[in-house]
């Protein structure tokens, strides 16, 4: 007996329900799982260098990382990018391609970033002592409005700077929680088309402890970096 054309559709509609139901649900799963935090440490034996003016991170339009900073006396120093995986210990990587600008600022592209990176800039004098920048954490981003978002959660030096690159205007939500999940500090901000440069006031006042720093943008979570103040 042949099956009436009403029943055929019936199944093929029920067979489309489902599949947009298992759909659903996957995609669910997906956008709910939360981001794993990353852990830096804050410590008073790290020596920084009051001559670095600046070191931050944008994505170019090959989603690479290029480290740029800046120095005030930069003819005194050479230059070396160390990368982490866990925030703690450092590697020096092949860094040959520095390359300097007109106004003495210098740049550095990561070729390999992962989703997410860790770096800081080591300085060398001429008589072989080192010092450091702050530790830059950096995630990137292969879709969506936001291209890369980094900052500087050191808070034993100074404040914390978030740096957040979109391709179009925004808002985002920087939070400062204690261990217990509490809100301790709180900004919203707008954000433009392009690298956008927050600094997050008063964190550089936070006692000793453990803290999370959580960049929200346009409502979804960006970056999650565990604080550990000693």
């Given at each position: 007996?042949?099956?009436?054309?009403?029943?055929?559709?019936g199944r093929?509609?029920?067979?489309?329900?489902?599949?947009?139901?298992?759909?659903?649900?996957?995609?669910?799963?997906?956008?709910?799982?939360?981001?794993?935090?990353?852990?830096?440490?804050?410590?008073?034996?790290?020596?920084?260098?009051?001559?670095?003016?600046?070191?931050?991170?944008?994505?170019?339009?090959?989603?690479?990382?290029?480290?740029?900073?800046?120095?005030?006396?930069?003819?005194?120093?050479?230059?070396?990018?160390?990368?982490?995986?866990?925030?703690?210990?450092?590697?020096?990587?092949?860094?040959?391609?520095?390359?300097?600008?007109?106004?003495?600022?210098?740049?550095?592209?990561?070729?390999?970033?992962?989703?997410?990176?860790?770096?800081?800039?080591?300085?060398?004098?001429?008589s072989g002592?080192?010092?450091?920048?702050?530790?830059?954490?950096?995630?990137?981003?292969?879709?969506?409005?936001?291209?890369?978002?980094?900052?500087?959660?050191?808070?034993?030096?100074?404040?914390?700077?978030?740096?957040?690159?979109?391709?179009?205007?925004?808002?985002?939500?920087?939070?400062?929680?204690?261990?217990?999940?509490?809100?301790?500090?709180?900004?919203?901000?707008?954000?433009?088309?392009?690298?956008?440069?927050?600094?997050?006031?008063?964190?550089?006042?936070?006692?000793?402890?453990?803290?999370?720093?959580?960049?929200?943008?346009?409502?979804?979570?960006?970056?999650?970096?565990?604080?550990?103040?000693?």
């Open positions: 007996m042949e099956t009436s054309f009403f029943a055929r559709v093929l509609s029920g067979i489309i329900i489902m599949a947009m139901i298992l759909l659903t649900s996957i995609n669910a799963k997906i956008f709910k799982t939360p981001i794993e935090p990353f852990t830096v440490k804050s410590e008073a034996s790290v020596e920084t260098n009051s001559q670095l003016l600046g070191f931050r991170g944008e994505s170019n339009r090959q989603k690479k990382v290029v480290l740029k900073w800046n120095v005030a006396s930069p003819e005194l120093f050479t230059y070396n990018i160390e990368k982490s995986r866990d925030g703690e210990n450092f590697t020096a990587i092949q860094t040959s391609g520095i390359q300097q600008d007109k106004d003495n600022s210098f740049y550095w592209t990561d070729n390999y970033p992962k989703a997410t990176n860790c770096y800081r800039l080591r300085m060398t004098d001429a002592k080192s010092s450091y920048s702050k530790t830059l954490v950096i995630e990137t981003f292969k879709s969506g409005d936001v291209e890369l978002v980094c900052a500087t959660p050191q808070v034993s030096l100074n404040d914390i700077q978030v740096d957040v690159q979109m391709k179009e205007y925004g808002y985002v939500n920087l939070h400062i929680t204690n261990d217990k999940g509490e809100i301790i500090l709180q900004q919203r901000e707008k954000c433009k088309t392009g690298i956008n440069q927050y600094l997050i006031n008063g964190s550089h006042d936070l006692k000793p402890g453990d803290y999370f720093l959580k960049v929200v943008v346009n409502g979804t979570d960006r970056m999650l970096v565990h604080l550990i103040k000693e």
